[in-house]
């Protein structure tokens, strides 16, 4: 079992900078296949950002390809979402995922573990 914490949201200017950051803890974090959604009032959960447990393949949602970037630190058991350019759209409850399955995928039934998620408030 794998227990994720998320952290780094917070209110910013559409324009500027915040670092999403998701500790995970209680299970080998370097198998994990690990990735972001978020969530915006009304509307569905959205893919974000996923990073293979080799680290090697990196996806992206079109919507933030560019702006935001994806890493992660296996010697910490954390991955990190730089995100830049935010944009009032940017706006919702950031959620972490993890998978320990072949590949990372787009596709939020691929994740059996979540995150309590971060709130995320870009204002114009």
């Known amino acids: 079992q794998v227990q994720l914490v998320e952290s780094g949201g917070g209110l910013v200017q559409a324009g500027g900078s915040l670092r999403l950051s998701c500790a995970a803890s209680g299970r080998t974090f370097r198998n994990l296949n690990m990735a972001w959604f978020r969530q915006a009032p009304g509307k569905e959960r959205e893919f974000v950002a996923g990073?293979?447990?080799?680290?090697?393949?990196?996806l992206y949602g079109d919507s933030v390809k560019g702006r935001f970037t994806l890493s992660r630190a296996n010697a910490k058991n954390t991955v990190y979402l730089q995100m830049n350019s935010l944009k009032p759209e940017d706006t919702a409850v950031y959620y972490c995922a993890a998978n320990g399955g072949p590949s990372v995928s787009r596709a939020q039934n691929e994740y059996d573990t979540w995150g309590q998620g971060t709130q995320v408030t870009v204002s114009s």
């Open positions: 990073i293979r447990w080799t680290g090697i393949t990196i």
